[in-house]
């Protein structure tokens, strides 16, 4: 399973723009970004389980006999919603504005539900405030996992706002399950470092990294820089995702109030 993937650096154009598929290496995620414009109404039926999460625009959503109207301004500021169907549902969406979505998907033909989460369903974590004077004080979203979603469901998916010259996914951690990364920043100068396990990478606007089961994670954004990414992880069949494994040797940074060195009488 590659590392790195950054040949979409300077960003996307309208349709769906392939970026990892499912067979890449065994991934065994579907990950695209989907750009439409103003007046576009586009139907689809998926063949595989599928999830939509908006990440700019306002739209009307329709399945399962009901419509929506969703919008989104701002992936630092605005709380997310993400359409998450099985394979064989049809959808539709008509755009309101321009719209772009990244879409995620697994083989699975399983049925559940369709669900449609919006502000009120994300879980909005703010994770390392008050430790190491705030070094990895950041915003995590989970959007749908075993918690509120269906077991016959093979994805896992969320979101990050990582605060400028600060720490996220900290301490590092693994899990045996596959996981992509997919970054924005609040500025197009904007970067960060990556860890994967020993290697550290450079990140930048839409890099998208695929991070191997096992491999230690954490990254960094550089001061100045608002960094986003949004995180999807597929179940194992013989074991589904659920609180990663932090790195022992960090895991008293977790602790609430937690103090390392700090220069005398600052």
């Known amino acids: 399973m590659g590392a790195h993937i950054t040949t979409h650096r300077d960003g996307f154009g309208n349709g769906r ?41 306002r739209v009307q959503i329709e399945f399962g006999g009901e419509k929506f109207v969703v919008e989104r301004g701002s992936l630092f500021d ?10 064989h549902e049809s959808v539709a969406f008509t755009c309101e504005t321009a719209v772009e979505f990244t879409e995620y998907g697994a083989p699975n033909d399983a049925r559940f539900d369709p669900v449609l989460y919006g502000p009120e369903d994300v879980r909005n974590e703010k994770r ?8 990895s004080f950041r915003f995590v979203r989970t959007i749908f996992d075993d918690t509120n979603t269906s077991k016959a469901a ?8 990582n605060l400028p010259g600060r720490w996220s996914s900290y301490p590092p951690h693994h899990h045996p399950q596959n996981e992509i990364y ?4 609040s ?18 606007p839409f890099d998208t990294i695929k991070i191997k089961g ?11 820089y608002g960094m986003y990414y949004a995180w999807v992880i597929r179940h194992l069949p013989d074991r589904r995702y659920d609180v990663p494994e932090f790195t022992d040797a960090h895991t008293w940074t977790m602790k609430s109030g937690a103090e390392g060195w700090w220069p005398a009488g600052e």
């Open 17 to 57: 723009t392939a970026v990892v598929r499912a067979d890449d290496e065994d991934s065994g995620i579907d990950f695209a970004v989907v750009r439409w414009g103003a007046g576009e109404r586009v139907e689809i039926t998926p063949a595989q389980e599928t999830a939509w999460l908006l990440m700019e625009g």
């Open 78 to 87: 605005d709380l997310p919603w993400c359409l998450h169907v099985a394979a």
């Open 128 to 135: 390392g405030k008050g430790a190491l004077r705030d070094a």
């Open 154 to 161: 093979q994805l896992v998916l969320g979101e990050v706002v």
């Open 182 to 185: 997919h970054y924005r920043f």
């Open 187 to 204: 500025d197009p100068r904007g970067y960060g470092h990556a860890e994967l396990g020993e290697a550290v990478q450079k990140v930048r």
């Open 214 to 224: 096992g491999l230690d994670h954490s990254q960094c954004a550089a001061p100045g």
